[in-house]
């Protein structure tokens, strides 16, 4: 658990620069993967969506992995016991028991870190360079540099609608009443 929490205790400026280090021609991803002669030259793992998205997974993690746990953690372990006495392996009541109860964190997790991540703005901008952006840095430009007032809302209103459209299908699926939240 602390290994999960521990990137809370950084910033995300901290986070995405330290990636940008690793990432880079002669990082230390780079170099491991050089010495371990998986790769013959260094890998562009940087200013493009690779890079993006390795920061990204590192950052958002904990937000998707508190909520899973929230609910394994509430899971009574005498339920995969009965599957076991009854006759079913430890996967099959894994599988068939507990997999099943924690499809509301699983879900919670992957709502947040998905709403969440259609705002970021840093981590792209540093690792992911101008040519690799997401959506909030274009509703930036639009708002500060172009002054473009209807493609910025525009943008923000496509954005608020796949929210929206995801929570919709998330409350249909799971139903927002069966989270618990600790």
Known sequence: MIMVLLPFWTSLLVRTTAWAVHLQEHGLVNDTLMALHVISQPAELIF???????AMSHIQLPFTLLPIYSIMKSISPSYVRAARSLGAGPFYAFWTVHFPLTLPGIAAGCLLTFILCLGYYITPALVGGPCDQMASYFVARYTNEELNWHMASALGAILL?????????????????????G
């Open 48 to 54: 493009n969506r690779v890079g993006t998205v390795i």
């Open 161 to 181: 609608t796949a929210t929206l459209l995801l929570y919709y299908f998330f409350n249909k699926l799971v139903g927002a009443d069966r989270i618990k939240m």
